[in-house]
């Protein structure tokens, strides 16, 4: 178990619960993040572990078991899917120079659970400068379901935003979040590890609930976004169920959305 | 002189065309490479609305048709709602 200062607040699950992901800059230390370097680009870490393998046992003795050992990126695992997680897979990412952008996608295939989730991360172990092209990613797409590169067509979408950042820096995102790896248009190499787990317990107040009834921790729960349009109310419906879900209390529904069309009374007016 | 399609994609917040956009494409076939800005964040949508594209010359050749939602489904999201198409010739060289 991971001490509680290592957990996510719940005002960080809620950003995670509305955005679909999450940053943490410098998370990890620049010497661990020149190893792991290395480690990439002689292509030590390119074998995968089975899929379905115990997380906690892969990668043993290798510098980038020491960025999962980290006891924050332990603490932001065990918060979103539980201890013990199962490894799905993972892959390290080298752009060089040139190149196309990635179509717009969602990974893998159309996931229709409503509360259970997998995570994925992006970890970079370099510094990524905006003409390096680090991933882009289009907040609050969770919910919309799709599957994989049909939304292709989509090139600009108001709101999306592109990381780029310093050495040591992770991404944690919901695995049915809308994103692109871009062109690098600089001479720089680009790296980016990514590695996606899955729960095998309820993800339910896993975090630090210390501040769970706290209004300003439920905060971010309420944003939405530009290019949501017409259909903003429907991703917060969406937001809604899925908060219930994490914090195991099926009542919640702050905006009255859902209490008022599931109100159909029984009683006869007498 | 030779006459090439542009293409722009427009993805609006409702129906009309004159809502704001909130996603856009933009496939030329004059130079046939990626528009400038394509994948970049932080970049403003070419035109406020469909019509102001129309007043700057484009050609609406699709409109998003209005589908009842399905029942169940009522709250499911997937792709962007409303998708218009419009077009331009540009004259191009003939190099
Ligand atoms: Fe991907």
Not at chain 1, 173 to 185: E, K, V
């Amino acid at each position: 178990m991971s001490p509680k200062k290592n957990l996510l607040t719940t005002k960080e699950m809620a950003q995670f619960a509305n955005q679909g992901f999450l940053r943490f800059d410098e998370l990890i230390p620049r010497d661990l993040c020149d190893r792991l370097s290395k480690d990439i680009d002689s292509g030590k870490i390119d074998g995968r572990a089975p899929a379905g393998t115990p997380f906690n046992e892969v990668w043993q003795g290798q510098p980038i078991r020491e960025v999962f050992d980290h006891p924050r990126v332990c603490g932001i695992i065990e918060s979103l899917v539980g201890p013990n997680p199962r490894y799905d897979h993972h892959y390290p990412h080298i752009t060089q120079k040139g190149g196309k952008h990635q179509f717009i996608h969602a990974d893998a295939e159309f996931d229709p659970r409503v509360g259970a989730f997998d995570i994925q991360f992006s970890f970079f172990p370099q510094d990524v400068t905006p003409d390096m092209g680090g991933t882009l990613f289009v907040p609050g797409s969770h919910f919309h379901r799709v599957h994989e590169s049909q939304v292709g067509i989509y090139q600009n979408i108001v709101g999306m935003q592109q990381f780029s950042g310093k050495a040591g820096t992770i991404l944690v995102w919901h695995t049915n979040l809308w994103h692109s790896g871009r062109r690098n248009d600089s001479d720089n190499t680009r790296y980016m590890f990514k590695l996606r787990l899955n729960p095998m317990v309820k993800q339910q107040l896993l975090w630090n609930t210390d501040d769970l009834h706290d209004a300003d921790s439920l905060s971010p729960l309420k944003g939405h976004q530009p290019w949501h349009g017409q259909q903003h109310r429907v991703f917060l419906m969406n937001v809604a169920r899925f908060w219930q879900y994490l914090s195991n209390d099926p009542s919640f529904d702050p905006e009255f959305w859902w209490s008022r069309i599931e109100n159909e009374p029984k009683a006869t007016a007498t | 002189m030779p006459q090439n399609q542009q293409l722009l994609y427009l993805f609006t917040g409702n129906s009309s065309p004159e809502s704001n956009i909130v996603a856009w494409s933009l496939y030329d076939g004059v130079t046939g490479k990626p528009q400038k800005g394509c994948q970049e964040a932080g970049t403003e949508p070419p035109y406020e609305s469909v019509l102001a594209a129309m007043h700057d010359g484009w050609r609406t050749i699709q409109v998003p048709v209005l589908e009842p939602a399905r029942p169940g489904q009522e709250f499911d999201l997937d792709y962007l709602k409303f998708q218009f198409v419009l077009e331009k010739w540009e004259t191009c060289d003939e190099s």
